[in-house]
């Protein structure tokens, strides 16, 4: 990072926790290299906290924040303005600086969770979504334009299924994809798993644990027993590289995806919608991130 000044510009993320995040190492490398005169640095913050820090940093002219887990969807309260994509799906990882102090939701989740997908044909096929918080809203508005055949979210919580089917329902359906959640805690989830070509992972299970142990593979181990060779795991956590659940399908010869690519696409598009510039250096802040996690 060049030095900061007294002309320096706060740019970050709130979350909780945000001590695992390469947001600042990536972020940081990206505005050294544009000569953007912004430091990025990532505030733990609690969800009773989070509406009144947003809009402070709003007041003393802070230039862009990202919003992580898991406060996606509470962020929406300290928005005066949506973009078309985080309004109808009601969930916002990067908010843009409006004037008279005012903040506009935005989601770039979206487009930087399609990226790792681009070169995959998933026509007609099914797709598990594990989780119903608010990065799976952007998975899902993500793979609706992928021509699938049904997404299945799992979910430990029934309330949390219903709230997501209900929001997401109307999204899928104009898109001709049907949606459905199924709670792993009543229901046998093996023959949605062995019907799967792309299974992703959206809940924090498997986050800053080196450990092979049960807690930290999504559904437990027994479940992936009832993969193929031929199924996809797409992990949207990043590190440790790779995920405990990662590695089982490594070992079934998966195609495996993290979460590398899309923290990295996501983040350049928050910067383009930050600062107006088309040219963001994508391969540095994906050089920066790595180099960082092999530290
Ligand atoms: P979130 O809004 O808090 O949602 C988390 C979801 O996971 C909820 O549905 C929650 O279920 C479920 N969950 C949490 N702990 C669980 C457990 N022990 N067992 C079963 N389900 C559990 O979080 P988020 O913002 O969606 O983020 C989720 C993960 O994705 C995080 O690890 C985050 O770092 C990662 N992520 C990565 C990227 C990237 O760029 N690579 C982008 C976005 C998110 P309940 O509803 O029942 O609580």
């Known amino acids: 990072m060049s030095t900061i000044t007294g002309k320096t510009h706060l740019v970050g993320l709130l979350g909780q926790p945000v001590n695992h995040s390469l947001s600042p190492v990536m972020h940081n490398a990206a505005y050294q290299e544009m000569g953007l005169d912004w430091c990025y ?47 109808k799906i009601q969930a916002v990882n990067t908010l843009i600086p409006e004037n008279h102090n005012q903040w506009i939701g935005a989601n770039t989740d979206v487009e930087g969770f399609l990226m790792p997908l681009k070169n995959q044909d998933l026509r007609n096929k099914r797709v598990i979504v ?50 459905e959640g199924v709670n792993n805690q009543k229901l046998d989830v093996t023959p949605y798993i062995q019907e799967a070509s792309l ?4 809940t924090p299970i498997g986050m800053n644990k080196k450990n092979n142990v049960e807690e930290n593979i999504p559904l ?13 795991l797409y992990d949207l956590i990043y590190t440790p590289r790779p995920t405990s659940w ?29 600062s107006g510039f088309d040219n963001v250096p994508v391969e540095t802040m ?10």
């Open 41 to 87: 640095l990532a505030i733990p913050c609690e969800k009773s906290k989070l509406t009144q820090i947003a809009k402070t940093l709003r007041l003393i002219n802070c230039k862009g924040l990202n919003i992580t887990i898991p406060h996606k969807q509470e962020i929406l309260k300290a928005c005066n303005k949506f973009t078309e994509i985080a309004n």
């Open 246 to 274: 990662l590695e089982i399908g490594n070992k079934k010869n998966c195609l495996t995806i993290d979460g590398l690519d899309m923290l990295v696409h996501q983040g350049a598009l928050s910067i383009k919608l930050w």
């Open 286 to 295: 994906k050089s920066s991130a790595k180099k960082h996690l092999m530290v």
């Open 220 to 232: 437990g181990y027994a479940i992936w027993n009832n993969i193929s060779n031929k199924t996809i």
């Open 130 to 179: 594990i989780g119903s918080g608010g990065s799976a809203r952007a998975v899902v508005m993500g793979l609706i334009t992928l021509k699938l055949k049904q997404i299945t979210i799992i979910g430990r919580s029934e309330n949390s299924l219903k709230i997501f089917i209900n929001d997401m329902k109307n999204i899928c359906s104009k898109n001709n994809t049907s949606i």
């Open 199 to 202: 299974i992703i992972n959206t």
